[in-house]
């Protein structure tokens, strides 16, 4: 069975901060891990993906996420918060065996000026 | 490529009555995916396929109906609408083979039940 947890469903930052959005996972096969971003009113868009290759992983607009597999983590950062960032943010978990994705409850960052 | 589309945007309805939201892709993938968004609860699968005649339960299957004629429709079908369907309902597809997981998303259905 495959899991997510998203800790934190509200994050705060001023513009020009770090953002830290946590996720840890839990998987019985070798995990495939996601970062997606909701932007208000709009579907979801792919910002990064882990698939077993680097274990940091960069993905558009300036995030990041490692994979640490001795914390079953893969926590998404970004050295320096746009307003524009502001979004809710969904970590999700796929395997080898698999197609589904199971999806955290997201992360809403607000960024304030 | 239009991608993934849905219709309609928006959707009221009464309890007990049935509606088709409607989901198409044009990229040729073979899976594809109903999910609805509630607030604090993520997304949660409903009903998924894996290619033209071929469909499978989610997670919250109950009070929904699927469909896969073609590789590029995915219609869901609420039989009987009630209020906890009021949702955020997203349509996703992927090229099978779990190492391409990253789904694309259709900009979803609104949908209120009165």
Redesign the interface.
Known sequence: AQSVTQLG?HVSVSEGALVLLRCNYSSSVPP?L?W?VQYP??????LL?Y?SAATLVKGINGFEAEFKKSETSFHLTKPSAHMSDAAEY?CAV????????I????TRLQVFP | NAGVTQTPKFQVLKTGQSMTLQCAQDMNHEYMSWYRQDPGMGLRLIHYSVGAGITDQGEVPNGYNVSRSTTEDFPLRLLSAAPSQTSVYFCASNVAGAQYNEQFFGPGTRLTVL
């Open positions: 469903s495939y996601f997606y009113n709009q579907g979801l868009q792919l993906k698939t969904f796929g395997g080898y065996n698999t197609d589904k994705l999806f955290g409850t997201g």
